[in-house]
């Protein structure tokens, strides 16, 4: 059975909102596209649609794994100060993913401060020449032999997106004090959000889910950091837009598509520039 897609809104239409109606900007690109869409979805219950990010982080230990498993909702386990979590009643939809390899000093191995956290650099390859990677470049980059995964409640919907997708090595590269002739202190990083890949469809998190994010290695390594004053850690960073308030919201679409012949999906699918 064929279901009904929320109206596309076109440059000069009003969008009904709750605090004043919007006039929908003319979609020159798929993030445009799809902003107009969530705000026909959602404007008129009150519900704000921005530009905003999630980043989710693991610090690694000297223990050998095969799977990173990351936490998405603000209530999970504990929060570092750089991670930015998917409140209970907002969703989320992402447009792009990045993964980086964030690495420096610490207090103590793999045991950051917050200040230790909060100055630390990302890396989009592991880097043998930084310092705080060193002689772990060989085990982080399994890594980027393995693939990411997305567990929705019971569902699956990303099986397995290649980890390599993330791996950018620039054409200036930081190297260590013997070999530094060039002067060359930090990785070349001539993009915004370097590293990132697209993802399509775009997808919907609903804070109100069951969200699993993992990484799963080929065989388990040791990717804890090298020597006694270092640490490593994962940022899986998602770009897109914050729903706010819109939990409960999303739920009830889903209700009215499964009323209506539709299956419950957890996704949105990604809108093509027009």
Do not use: H
Request: avoid cysteine; hydrophobic fraction near 35%; charge should be positive.
């Amino acid at each position: 059975m064929r279901f009904a897609r929320p109206k596309q809104a076109t440059f000069g239409t009003r969008i009904p909102a709750l605090g004043g109606d919007i006039v929908a900007a003319k979609s020159f690109s798929r993030n445009q596209s799809l902003y107009n869409e969530k705000a026909s979805q959602y404007a008129k219950q009150g519900i704000i649609t921005t530009p905003s990010y999630l980043r989710l982080e693991v610090t690694a230990n000297a223990v050998a794994t095969s799977v990173i498993n990351f936490n998405t909702l603000d209530t999970s386990g504990t929060k570092t100060v750089t991670e930015r979590r998917l409140k209970l009643n907002d969703t989320f939809t992402v447009t792009d993913m990045a993964f980086y390899i964030i690495a420096d000093t610490a207090t103590a191995v793999n045991a950051p401060s917050d200040s230790d956290r909060a100055k630390a650099r990302m890396y989009t390859y592991p880097n043998g020449n930084a310092t705080a990677i060193g002689a772990k470049s060989d085990e982080l980059e399994a890594i980027y032999n393995g693939f990411l995964s997305l567990k929705i409640d019971s569902t699956t919907f990303i099986d397995s997106f290649p980890m390599r997708s993330f791996y950018r090595v620039g054409t200036s590269q930081q190297v260590t004090a013997a070999t530094n002739q060039n002067g060359i202190a930090r990785d070349e990083w001539p993009l915004m959000n370097y590293g990132r890949s697209e993802l399509l469809p775009s997808l919907e998190l609903n804070g109100q889910a069951n969200i699993e994010w993992s990484i799963t290695l080929p065989v388990a390594q040791d990717l804890g950091a090298p020597g006694t004053t270092n640490f490593i850690a994962f940022g899986l960073i998602l770009n897109g837009f914050l729903n706010q308030g819109a939990a409960s919201v999303q739920q009830k679409l889903q209700q009215n598509l499964r009323g209506r012949g539709g299956v419950r999906t957890g996704i949105q699918t990604g809108v093509s520039p027009r």
